[in-house]
């Protein structure tokens, strides 16, 4: 079975003996505009380089030398150590380019090439694991879904039924001038295999946004580590974002979270990640209920 039907390079394998049931999606391959999103994500907004060579290069390309060297000439991600709790922007070659599909800044935009499964966890629900080796820094798969606006991301979330799961990531984005870019994406009901990744306070996958043809980033995830064969694949769902811990939390904060779980009870759902520095619940993005 290919859960992508074929709209992904590779087919995304389902484990035939899974016995959890199946959550009803329609899958996409990339990001779609969703309520309270003014751009369509498919649509081609950001100016592309002259190179006519083969891949680009740092010395010559509009592309690099605006937006800097995201990846190296394998096309894995640089830099994978961020001091800063913030992400830079990445920007990919794009349909403008005169570069050739296989140039090196071009990773995110050729999609899936891995095998991936999705599989039935002890614990977690559904998961996904890689059938392959992954090596460090390799583009594994894009977190992709309906992008919405701030306000439909707070609807959809104080909706939520405490047993939902949540699907929404925010992603922050600090420009120069101390402006911020907020990306609100969920797959729960148009997603692609990103939607299977469980959580991890010490996860193998790295979430960064990246820009190929709009200025709508897709939420990129990059291995941060080899992954070996069998692997369950997991990234932090804070985005690198402290996992706010209820105590540090203002009381407004509190109140709005316990709209959400509409009970006095635990506010976060327990995490099952097993690693030695668990933070023992989920994260919750708290900012889009303030
Ligand atoms: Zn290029
Ligand atoms: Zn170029
Ligand atoms: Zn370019
Ligand atoms: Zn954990």
């Known amino acids: 079975m290919d859960l992508s039907n074929s709209l992904e390079e590779v087919p995304v394998l389902v484990e035939s003996s899974g016995l959890l049931p199946f959550p009803e999606f329609q899958y996409s391959p990339d990001n779609v505009q969703g309520p309270g999103c003014s751009i369509d994500p498919t649509e081609v907004n950001v100016p592309g380089c002259s190179c006519q060579s083969h891949s680009c290069l740092p010395g010559s390309c509009s592309c690099l030398q605006t937006?800097?060297?995201?990846?190296?000439?394998?096309?894995?991600?640089?830099?994978?150590?961020r001091t800063d709790s913030y992400s830079s922007p990445v920007f990919e070659c794009n349909a403008l380019c005169g570069c050739s599909d296989a140039c090196s800044n071009r990773a995110v935009q050729r999609g899936l090439r891995l095998k991936l499964e999705v599989f039935s966890t002890k614990?977690?629900?559904?998961g996904v694991r890689t059938l392959e080796m992954i090596p460090n820094g390799t583009f594994v798969c894009e977190y992709a879904g309906e992008v919405i606006s701030f306000a439909e991301a707070r609807r959809r979330q104080l909706a939520q039924k405490s047993m939902d799961h949540n699907y929404i990531i925010a992603v922050r984005e600090h420009a120069g001038s101390g402006s911020t870019t907020e990306t609100f994406v969920d797959p729960a009901a148009?997603?692609?295999?990103?939607?299977?990744?469980?959580?991890?306070?010490?996860?193998?996958?790295i979430m960064l946004p990246v820009r190929v043809h709009s200025v709508v980033p897709r939420l990129a995830l990059f291995a941060i580590r080899n992954i070996h064969v069998q692997e369950e694949l997991t990234f932090d769902y804070s985005g690198g974002y402290h996992n706010q811990t209820p105590e540090a939390l203002s009381s407004s904060q509190r109140d709005a979270a316990s709209q959400v779980s509409g009970t006095d009870g635990p506010l976060r759902k327990k995490c099952h990640c097993g690693a030695k520095n668990c933070a023992q619940s989920l994260p919750l993005d708290l900012s889009i209920l303030s």
């Open 67 to 81: 937006y800097g060297q995201a990846y190296d000439t394998s096309g894995k991600l640089l830099n994978l150590i």
């Open 123 to 126: 614990n977690k629900g559904w």
């Open 190 to 205: 148009v997603g692609n295999v990103g939607r299977f990744i469980n959580h991890s306070c010490q996860p193998n996958l």
